[in-house]
T-cell receptor, first 110, second 115 residues
């Protein structure tokens, strides 16, 4: 089992809809979780970090964490074409290391 | 905000030659920097952790003699790909912490093509 798993997509949503991105992780002791956005040919940029069970909202983005289910998700409300990118889930693995999933490609259609 | 500058952004080199990639923290000091590699349609894979003033820590399967890392100052880490081969062609990205354990900032990445 891979340490961090994501559906590769592509996930296609119409403009204005809610995009839901999911991620599961294998290490039950993980404490830190991150969502990065990566445009093609570019390096990742941090969108959200979450450390406690529940929801964390920042603008149009909401991260959800369920440690019992080893599941973390990202909701993007009012999706825009500019949100089209690959979204990487990352899990902290001690000593500052991050383990990344393969990413989910999101396409927002105008 | 914290900025990590990475150069060059793109490099093409001949097989057998060496390539040096620089990663600089512009407005903060980074005792630790991380080097990742990303192949097409794959996730970022941590190659090594670069520690200022000491030897780098390499992930399993990464050849330390091929990927030389030097972190001589609190603002500069370099990755040298020695005797590059076409299979080393990839997107190399550095990152540094500026805010506790996981306040990562990524460099802009270096696209290496070995011909």
């Amino acid at each position: 089992q891979k340490e961090v798993e994501q559906n590769s997509g592509p996930l296609s949503v119409p403009e204005g809809a809610i995009a839901s991105l999911n991620c599961t992780y294998s290490d039950r002791g993980s404490q830190s979780f991150f969502w990065y956005r990566q445009y093609s040919g570019k390096s990742p940029e941090l969108i959200m970090s979450i450390y406690s069970n529940g929801d964390k909202e920042d603008g149009r983005f909401t991260a959800q964490l369920n440690k019992a289910s080893q599941y973390v998700s990202l909701l993007i409300r009012d999706s825009q074409p500019s949100d089209s990118a690959t979204y990487l889930c990352a899990v902290g693995k001690g000593q500052g290391n991050l383990i990344f999933g393969k990413g989910t490609k999101l396409s927002v259609k105008p | 905000g914290a900025v990590v500058s990475q150069h060059p952004s793109r490099v093409i080199c001949k097989s057998g030659t060496s390539v040096k990639i620089e990663c600089r923290s512009l407005d903060f000091q980074a005792t630790t920097m991380f080097w990742y590699r990303q192949f097409p349609k794959q996730s970022l894979m941590l190659m090594a952790t670069s520690n200022e003033g000491s030897k780098a820590t390499y992930e399993q399967g990464v050849e330390k003699d091929k990927f030389l890392i030097n972190h001589a100052s609190l603002t500069l880490s370099t990755l040298t790909v020695t005797s590059a081969h076409p299979e080393d062609s990839s997107f190399y990205i550095c990152s540094a912490n500026f805010q506790g354990d996981y306040g990562y900032t990524f460099g802009s990445g270096t696209r290496l093509t070995v011909v």
